[in-house]
């Protein structure tokens, strides 16, 4: 890894970003209500949207390597789908009652 001025403050972005993810999912299952539920799921893909953003920002810099990059992307790009899945079947679900 090459030493970049200011490469801290990108890892400590992505580090809060990557693991809101899962803390947003975390209250998700114990959410007040379906709304509190959907709310807290859609915060996680912003989460995992600036996430992305990070990774590039790494990317760009030459703060990680290509191979290190494209498995981080590849595990962002599975998490974002699956809240997409869940996202879309529970509006789905929450419109049929």
């Known amino acids: 890894m090459r030493t970049i001025r200011g490469c801290g403050i990108v890892k400590d972005q992505i580090l809060r970003s ?14 007040y ?3 509190d539920f959907v709310f807290k799921l859609q ?8 996430t992305g953003y990070w990774l590039d920002v790494l990317e760009g ?13 590849y595990k962002r790009n599975r998490i974002h789908r699956m809240l997409v899945s869940s996202l879309n079947t ?8």
């Open 18 to 31: 990557g693991t809101s993810i899962g803390a947003n999912i975390r209250e998700a299952q114990y959410g």
């Open 43 to 50: 915060t996680a893909m912003k989460e995992c949207a600036e």
């Open 61 to 73: 810099a030459g703060i990680l390597s290509p191979e290190i990059i494209k498995d981080l992307r």
């Open 33 to 35: 209500s379906e709304d």
């Open 90 to 97: 529970k509006k789905a679900n929450m419109g049929r009652k």
